[in-house]
Structure formats: C-alpha cells, structure tokens
C-alpha cells in the first residue's frame, strides 16, 4: 500500500496462479552378453513446467511442454577391466517449448509501440486499439525439437597411475512448429497497421519521432519471423563436439599424495544463420580450449583426509571472439553478434574428508 507506506498481507484470492498436471515415465536396462559385452537401452518422458512468468499470444499462461527420448547403447569391457568403450544413439523429442527467441521486443514491444503511434496520430480510435492490445507482456512463443545423436567414450587406466578419458558426440537438432500463433499473430497485425493508415505510404508515417516507419517495423518483424523462427537445423547448433583428459597419480617417491591433469575441449563451427540469396547454411568457426589440474591429497590423521586442487580452464588464454551472425544474414554487410570466450580462469578447492 503506497498510500500509507504499509503492507498488506496477500490472501489467496489476490494470487493468479495456473495448476499443470501430466505423467512421466522412465525404463532402462542392462544386458550382459558376457563377461566384455553388454547392451543398454532407456526411455523416459517429461513434463516441461513453464516459469511463472511465461506468457504466449495472446497473452494468457502457456501450455506445458511435453518430452520424450530412448537411448540404445553397447559396452565393451577389455583389458581386464583396464578399459571401457561405450558407443550410444540417442533420440530426443520436445513439443510445446516455450521459449523467448526475442518475443518481447520483437512482438510486445513493437506492438506497444505501433499502436501508441497510430493511436497518438488518429489513425485508430480507442476501441481499435483496445482490440488489438495484447492481454499480457508476452515473453514467450511454442515450438518443437527433435534431435538425434550419437556419443562414443573410451575410459582406460593406462597403468596404476595413469588414467585418461575420451569423448566425442555429434547431435541433429532441428525445430519445427516455430511461433505458429506469433507468426499469425504478425500476419494479421502487420496487415492491420498499414490499412489504418488509409491509403498513405506506410514509409513516410513514423510511430514516434526519431522511430521507425511503420513499413520499417513490418520488415524488421517479417525478417525476425524468416530468420530466427526458420524450421530446420536450430541456430547456435555445434553438431560435433571432442573433449579428452588425462591424469597421472604420483603414489610414491618425493611427489607422492599429487595428481597432475590436462585435457582439450573442441567444438564444432556454429549455425550462423542462412543465406538470404539461396538459403543455404552460413557456418562459423570451431575452437577449442586447454585446461590443467593439480591436486595434493595427504592424510592428516587416521579420521582426517585433506585435498586441495586447482583447475585452470583455458590455460593459453585464447580470447579471440567468434562469429555469432551477420547483418541480414549477409556476409558482406559485417557482424551484429559475437561470442566473447571466457578468459583464464583459476579455480582452488579445498576439501576435507572425514
């Protein structure tokens, strides 16, 4: 209460709340053909619970999402035990995610904005700008993904002391259903917006001074709409990723009780976005990052176990940026976004154990 600088207990009729409800599931299995071989499956559903805030057009809460996956997978056990091959494919399925892509700027906001113009300058009467207000800030938009991938690991211990580990995984992702109500939503808005203008050109009417024009604002929304709620393989994908790392115990001598690591991380190039010529993919780059570890362990009494450790992530300190996307998707017109990596990074742990 602002008035009088209280507050006011809230009962729950002055709550706005939404109830979901669904159903998940989770198998798995294991199958020990012999002693070195064995094959794995799992499948499990989900229920994906929107936050609070999510709201969709026309600006009511969202449905929630559903998912499914399975996995298959064998096990290869050599050496003794020495060594562990894993090779697995996956599936995933998503429906109804909610997800922002922009949706607050690109249609709240401008909706907001337009109709304060059009209003402001009469073009449309308060009943008209009633109607086509949104009901709610809306945030959020639908859509589904489907991914299909494949990981191979090898864990070995090399010797007593030496151990290392391997990974690689490449995954399809693609979406499909994209902001369906959003892009209706923008088909029949954009429409209405040059229409109430009656005839005059939407280039030279302006929703504020210094603003855009109202054709600007229909191709700024058209472009969003063509660029980043495209069907197809989803923007920022790195389809191919490798990381391997290894350690070496010291169990004796004068090194005895420390550990020394280091490993490298690699990723693919990134979907950047498509040509708007011929629609064809345009590709980042890939980079990859160096990391080490330390450690000392060391018994401080019978009950009483110390560890200490210390990771360096991108030991080189590589800080070049990466491409993220260019102007209008076109490579000529120069980048609107980039991907700044983190630099070097210290982290010390200490543990003790008892």
Request: charge should be negative; proline fraction near 4%.
């Amino acid at each position: 209460n602002d008035i009088g600088n209280e507050y006011v207990p809230i009962g729950p009729n002055d709550v706005i709340f939404n109830e979901y409800t669904g159903d998940t599931k989770s198998l798995g299995g294991v199958f020990h053909a012999n002693d070195w071989l064995s094959f794995t499956y799992n499948t499990a559903s989900n229920v994906d619970v929107p936050d609070n805030d999510a709201r969709v057009v026309p600006g009511t809460f969202p449905d929630a999402g559903e998912g499914e996956g399975e996995d298959f997978g064998v096990i290869l056990n050599l050496l003794e035990g020495k060594m562990v091959v894993r090779a697995l494919r996956y599936e995933t399925s998503q429906r109804k995610i909610t997800a922002a892509f922009g949706t607050p700027g690109q249609v709240y906001n401008r909706s907001e904005r337009v109709l304060d113009g059009l209003l402001d300058q009469g073009f449309i009467t308060d009943a008209e700008n009633a109607a086509h207000r949104l009901g709610d800030r809306v945030n959020r938009l639908y859509l589904d993904k489907d991914s299909v991938g494949y990981e191979f690991t090898v864990t070995a211990n090399v010797t007593e002391n030496w151990s290392f580990n391997l990974n690689y995984s490449k995954t399809d992702k693609e979406q499909s259903n994209v902001g369906d109500a959003v892009k209706e939503w923008a088909s029949a808005e954009s429409a209405f917006w040059v229409q109430a203008l009656g005839g005059m050109d939407p280039n030279t009417v302006f929703v504020e001074d210094g603003g855009n024009s109202i054709q600007e604002e229909v191709d700024d929304l058209n472009f969003w709409i063509s660029d980043s709620l495209r069907p197809g393989a989803t923007k920022g994908l790195r389809p191919h990723k490798f990381n391997v790392f290894t350690n070496y115990n010291f169990r004796d001598g004068l090194l005895k009780g420390f550990s020394v690591g280091g490993g490298y991380r690699w990723l693919s190039e990134n979907l950047m976005g498509w040509l708007p010529s011929n629609g064809r993919n345009i590709w980042g780059e890939a980079y990859g990052t160096a990391d080490l570890m330390f450690r000392y362990r060391t018994k401080l009494s019978d009950k009483y176990h110390l560890s200490v450790q210390l990771n360096i992530q991108n030991v080189l300190d590589e800080d070049e940026y990466l491409p993220g996307a260019f102007n209008g998707n076109d490579p000529n017109r120069g980048l609107r976004q980039i991907y700044l990596r983190e630099p070097i990074d210290y982290q010390l742990t200490t543990t003790i154990s008892f």
